[in-house]
């Protein structure tokens, strides 16, 4: 027999399967994941939170980097981009391109991003791009690593950062284009 706690625990499986998938740096609130240890508290993040269904991501640990690590960054190579880590001298491109690939086509259809600011491998746009491992000063501002395999595979799907979405036109848009997500992949 399906007692009522049963019915209600069904109903609200079904409300949050109709809810947003967004895919979310875990630094922001979840984890203190970061190269130093910490993470980033984010309201806008939190509040956001509480309507979806969050699928956390931190690329630079699930690839297999540690907690702390040394940082890393984008630079520059025969007029390409690459990922590495200066104080070791370690290309990490492959193995993130790698990793992004195999998680973006592992989880479920996503409706939408948020991902970490400027980071090299969460960042939308203004992560630092250097013409030496060991520069003080960024030549171009980018994409990071795990972001370029997101637009990659979800060219289409809406991607914001915790910065720009403490502007709330910008929320506004991000949850509109995440709900209409929603509603098409439900068709
Ligand atoms: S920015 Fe991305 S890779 Fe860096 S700590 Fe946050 S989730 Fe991990």
């Known amino acids: 027999m399906i007692n009522k706690t049963a019915v209600e625990d069904g109903v609200t499986d ?13 630094c922001l609130g979840f984890e203190k994941c970061r190269y130093d240890a910490s993470g980033v508290e984010s309201a ?10 969050p699928i956390l991501v931190c690329p630079e640990v699930e690839m297999g980097l540690s907690i702390p690590r040394d940082p890393i ?11 590495v880590q200066p ?15 195999n998680f973006l086509q592992s989880i479920p259809p996503p409706d939408g991003f948020i991902m970490k600011s400027k ?9 630092k791009i250097f013409n ?19 637009k990659d595979i979800f060219p289409v799907l809406a991607i914001e950062s915790e910065e720009t979405l403490k502007n709330p036109l ?4 991000f949850m ?10 439900e068709k």
């Open 14 to 26: 079904l409300r949050k399967n109709s809810n947003p998938r967004i895919v979310i740096s875990k």
């Open 87 to 101: 104080s070791t001298g370690m290309d990490l491109t492959s193995d993130m391109i790698k990793f992004s690939l």
């Open 170 to 173: 910008v929320k506004k848009a």
């Open 44 to 53: 806008t993040v939190r509040d956001i939170v509480s309507e979806v269904n």
């Open 119 to 127: 980071s090299p491998s969460c960042g939308i746009g203004g992560t």
């Open 73 to 83: 960054r984008v630079v520059f190579f025969n007029r390409k981009t690459r990922l």
């Open 132 to 150: 030496n491992p060991d520069d003080d000063i960024p030549v171009a501002f980018g994409d990071g690593f795990f972001v370029k395999a997101v």
């Open 176 to 185: 509109h284009r995440i709900r209409a997500s929603v509603s098409s992949r």
